[in-house]
């Protein structure tokens, strides 16, 4: 089955830039949108960024996504306590003919 | 406002038949480019795509679960109903159905989700 790969977590201090990197491959990011996601203990996923680096009405600025060949990032700029969350990237599949999503990233705040 | 929302039992029996019904509101399943996912996700916390239904009726399924999984809609009662079979202690997960739209955004509103165990 096809999987993005995505750094187990990532941690930072408050106003600090954080990055997520996904990793997958030509039949999913490197053809396609990806979109990211973020789940606070208890909810469910939230979309963040899609289209590469567009944001939903009501996600700061401070949330921005880019694409090179077949990964993305998601950056979180000034980094705040309520950013502590799991992030995920996602993306269609060409090969699988439907969605996949990476193993998520933890974000912890110092 | 679109809100979805996740019904069904909250425990099964090995080998039996899950059915979990998604009630929507706020879009309509007949209008172009509008589909209708569901999403699991494991107590270790993995998202695992398991079908799609879109507004023309075409529907996708993980290649790994297709011969498990059926994905209907009924317009009149904005509902999209998926059964699974064959259930197993694995299958144990929070299950969430979201609104898709083709394209560039996959699952932009999500429903609460609903958590089912299988176990004897």
């Known amino acids: 089955q096809s999987v993005l790969t995505q750094p187990p977590s990532a941690s930072g201090t408050p106003g600090q830039r954080v990055t997520v990197s996904c990793s997958g491959g030509?039949?999913?990011?490197?053809?396609?949108?990806v979109n990211w996601y973020r789940q606070l203990p208890g909810t469910a996923p939230k979309l963040l960024i899609y289209s590469i680096n567009r944001r939903p009405s009501g996600v700061p600025d401070r949330f921005s996504g880019s694409k090179s060949g077949t990964s993305a990032s998601l950056a979180i700029s000034g980094l705040q306590s309520e950013d502590e969350a799991d992030y995920y990237c996602a993306a269609w599949d060409d090969s699988l003919n439907g969605v996949i999503f990476g193993g998520g990233t933890k974000v912890t705040v110092l | 406002q679109i809100t979805l929302r996740e019904s069904g039992p909250t425990s099964v029996q090995p080998t039996q038949t899950l059915t979990l019904t998604c009630s929507f509101s706020g879009f309509s399943l007949t209008r172009s480019g509008v589909g209708v996912g569901w999403i699991r996700q494991t107590p270790g916390k993995a998202l695992e795509w398991l079908a799609l239904?879109?507004?023309?009726?075409?529907?996708r399924y993980r290649p790994s679960l297709k011969t498990r999984l059926a994905i209907t809609k009924d317009t009149s009662k904005n509902e999209v109903v998926l059964t699974m079979t064959n259930m197993d202690p694995v299958d144990t997960a929070t299950y969430y159905c979201?609104?898709?739209?083709?394209?560039?955004?996959?699952?932009?509103?999500w429903g609460q989700g609903t958590l089912v165990t299988v176990s004897s």
């Open positions: 239904i879109y507004w023309d009726d075409d529907k």
């Open positions: 030509r039949s999913n990011i490197g053809s396609n949108a």
């Open positions: 979201a609104h898709s739209f083709v394209g560039e955004i996959l699952f932009d509103v």
